[in-house]
C-alpha cells in the first residue's frame, strides 16, 4: 500500500489514508489484550536533527509495543557535530543492517538527500516547515475518536501558519475529506501560497471562529525566525484562544500539536478543560506511529 517512504501525507489515496486509521484503532484495542503482532529482529534508526518530545517518544514507545529494536541518534551525539555532512552521516548510516530510519531535520533537503542514499524506508518525524505526516494522522485519529464523520465539520488553524508544518500536513490529510481547513494568522504569519481550494482564509479571528467547531491553536516558533520582532503580550491579548472565546463561538473542541505556550496561544489551564482534545492528540500518537510502523516493515 505505501511506497518505501513515509514522507507526505499527499503520497496516500483516501482509502489508504482510513486504512492506516483504522489499523491505529486496531492496534490500540489489541495492545489492551495484550495481543500486539511482535517484530523479530527489526532494527530501526532514530535520526532526530531537531528537539521533539511527544513525537520521538511516541515512536519510542511504537516500537516498544511492536518489540523493534531502537538505535537512536541526535545531533548532538552525531558527528555531525564535528562538521560531517549529512550526505556522509546517511551514507554511514546506510552500512548498517536497519530496516527502516526515521528523520527529524529542519532542513526538507536532509529527506531528499536521504531517499537518494538510503537503502532502506524512510519515515518523515518532521520535515522543517515543510510537513509532518504522522501528526496529522494522529490528529485525524483524535477527531475520529470524537465525530462520526467529517462531512460538515468545520476545522479552523489559527496562530503562525507560515512556520507550521503541521498546518501543512493538515490541510493536505483534510482535504482527501473533500473539505476545505479554515484559516486565521496574523498578517506577518500569513502563508505566502494559499490553495482556495483546500483552505478557507480568513483576515478576521473572530470571524473565523464564529466558523469552528474545532479550533487547532499553534505556537509561535520563534526558532525559525530572527527578523520578526513579536509583542507576546499584544499577541495573546489579540490572539489568545480562552474560556470566554469557546463560549461565545460554541467552539466544541480545541486542539493544539504542542509543545503548547501556555498564556500566549492559548490561556493557561485550557489545555486541561474538559473541551481540549490536547492529551488525546498525544495518546493518539503511539497508535498512528504502531500502524505506519506495521505498513512500512510490512508485518500483517
Not at 515512536?59 to 531502537?70: D, P, Q, T
Request: charged share 25%.
Amino acid at each position: 500500500m505505501l511506497v518505501d517512504n513515509f514522507i507526505n501525507i499527499n503520497q496516500l489515496k483516501k482509502s489508504e489514508l482510513e486504512d492506516i486509521l483504522s489499523d491505529s484503532f486496531h492496534f490500540q484495542e489489541i495492545f489492551k489484550k495484550n495481543d500486539i503482532p511482535f517484530f523479530e529482529n527489526k532494527n530501526v534508526i532514530f535520526l532526530f536533527l531537531e528537539p521533539s518530545t511527544r513525537t520521538k517518544t511516541s515512536f519510542h514507545f511504537a516500537c516498544s509495543i511492536l518489540g523493534i529494536k531502537v538505535i537512536d541518534i541526535s545531533q548532538e551525539n552525531s558527528s555531525i557535530l564535528k562538521g560531517e555532512s549529512i550526505e556522509n552521516t546517511l551514507s554511514t548510516l546506510n552500512s548498517y543492517p536497519a530496516d527502516a530510519i526515521i528523520i527529524r531535520s529542519s532542513n526538507h533537503d536532509d529527506f531528499k538527500a536521504a531517499e537518494r542514499i538510503l537503502d532502506f524506508p524512510i519515515i518523515n518525524a518532521g520535515s522543517g516547515t515543510n510537513s509532518h505526516p504522522t501528526q496529522t494522522l494522529a490528529d485525524l485519529k483524535t477527531l475520529k475518536e470524537k465525530f462520526d464523520d467529517f462531512k460538515e465539520l468545520k476545522i479552523s488553524i489559527v496562530g503562525d501558519l507560515l512556520h507550521s508544518r503541521v498546518a501543512n500536513s493538515f490541510i493536505e490529510g483534510f482535504s482527501k475529506y473533500k473539505l476545505k481547513t479554515n484559516l486565521f494568522s496574523p498578517p506577518y504569519f500569513k502563508p505566502e501560497k494559499i490553495d482556495p481550494e483546500k483552505v478557507n482564509f480568513y483576515e478576521d479571528f473572530e470571524e473565523c471562529l464564529n466558523n469552528s467547531d474545532v479550533v487547532m491553536a499553534l505556537r509561535i516558533q520563534k526558532e525559525r525566525f530572527k527578523n520578526l520582532n513579536i509583542n507576546l503580550k499584544e499577541y495573546s491579548s489579540k490572539y489568545q484562544i480562552d474560556q470566554n472565546k469557546l463560549d461565545k463561538f460554541n467552539i466544541k473542541y480545541i486542539m493544539h500539536p504542542g509543545p503548547v505556550n501556555e498564556g500566549v496561544e492559548i490561556s493557561k489551564g485550557l489545555q486541561n478543560n474538559i473541551k481540549s482534545l490536547i492529551s488525546n492528540q498525544v495518546k493518539n500518537g503511539v497508535w498512528v506511529r504502531c500502524a505506519i510502523l506495521n505498513k512500512i516493515l510490512k508485518v500483517d
